[in-house]
């Protein structure tokens, strides 16, 4: 049996719709459904049990698993309760990491690009202490998955006692089906496909930075098929442990990913700059871009889809669907 925490969520659903697909049912999802419509990410989905957070140690106990996929989270970047976050984030990767090394349990895990804050350093997953202590997350969210990234290599480098595979997934921009229920977090072409669709014209941030466009804002944008793929490459890999970039090595603009949703529709770009707002111009990134090397040389040789082939696929087979879900 397989656990995948967060599995009614964005990753998780779809790491679950992945798992079905290839033939697996034999997976407890932990999580929480709520009032938000998360359930219809697993409404199609086969799992043999569901978990909720206040169950999860006492469902553990005396339980074998092949793996655990730690998918589960606070993710909302603009979170100010750090209690809930610590104890979301934080306390509870460690508890599970504590499970999985007393019981030889592989253990995959989201962190989060958002542990590089503005990339002042750069993007690179290098794991060496100076080089994690140098990163500056920008937000709750981030510092919370970054101190988890750094309490693990810790005990990496103190020689402690491990998972017998351990990966740490710092996710760049992901987007996707199953991301509906994230409102305000959704990706930008989701949040604006329907008023697209509608006729309507997209308004994109104006750039504030001098030597970049307006609309010309960049970010590693990563369709969610390439994610579970990288994660299912982990599962039938269990030599590789590390802590690794999850992105496509490029960066593409927001002008470019609503330019090719309206190719997706067939139908001419329309799109207006408006200025940003005041209160975050000062912590507003305007690049990211993943450094891949780390996985590449772990042995991951699949590729990346194109930004506007997975916009297409995304757009034609969920977007403009009356259903939507995976």
């Known amino acids: 049996m397989l656990l995948v925490t967060g599995g009614a969520g964005f990753i998780g659903s779809n790491i679950v719709a992945s798992l079905n697909e290839a033939g697996r049912t034999d997976i407890a999802v932990n999580d929480t459904l709520g009032k938000d419509g998360r359930w219809r990410n697993l409404a199609k989905r086969q799992i043999a049990d569901f978990v909720q957070p206040h169950e999860l140690s006492r469902w553990l106990d005396g339980r074998k698993l092949d793996a655990v996929i730690h998918m589960g989270a606070i993710s909302d970047t603009t979170a100010d309760d750090g209690d809930l976050v610590m104890d979301t984030n934080f306390r509870l990767s460690l508890t599970l990491l504590d499970w999985c090394t007393v019981t030889r349990t592989p253990f995959i895990y989201a962190s989060s690009a958002a542990t590089y804050g503005g990339g002042e350093h750069g993007f690179s997953d290098d794991d060496r202490p100076e080089h994690l202590r140098s990163l500056a997350p920008m937000n709750l969210y981030g510092w919370s998955k970054h101190l988890f990234d750094q309490a693990l290599i810790a005990r990496k480098l103190r020689g402690e006692d491990l998972p017998p595979q351990w990966a740490g997934l710092k996710f760049f921009n992901v987007f996707g089906p199953n991301e509906y229920h994230k409102g305000k977090m959704m990706s930008v072409l989701a949040k604006v496909f329907d008023e697209g669709r509608a006729g309507g014209t997209i308004r994109l941030f104006k750039s504030h930075k001098p030597g970049i466009a307006d609309g010309d804002q ?55 700059y408006v200025d940003m707002p005041e209160n975050i111009r000062d912590q507003y990134q305007y690049f990211t871009q993943s450094d891949v090397g780390r996985l590449r040389a772990a042995g991951y040789n699949a590729g990346f889809m194109l930004l506007e082939d997975a916009v297409r696929r995304y757009v034609q087979q969920y977007l403009d669907r009356e259903d939507r879900y995976r």
């Open 218 to 272: 960049r970010r590693d944008f990563i369709y969610v098929d390439d994610v579970v793929a990288v994660i299912r490459w982990l599962l039938d890999t269990p030599r590789v442990s590390g802590l690794f970039n999850v992105g496509t090595g490029e960066a593409r603009s927001f002008r470019e990913m609503i330019e090719a949703m309206f190719a997706a529709l067939g139908r001419p770009p329309k799109i207006e």
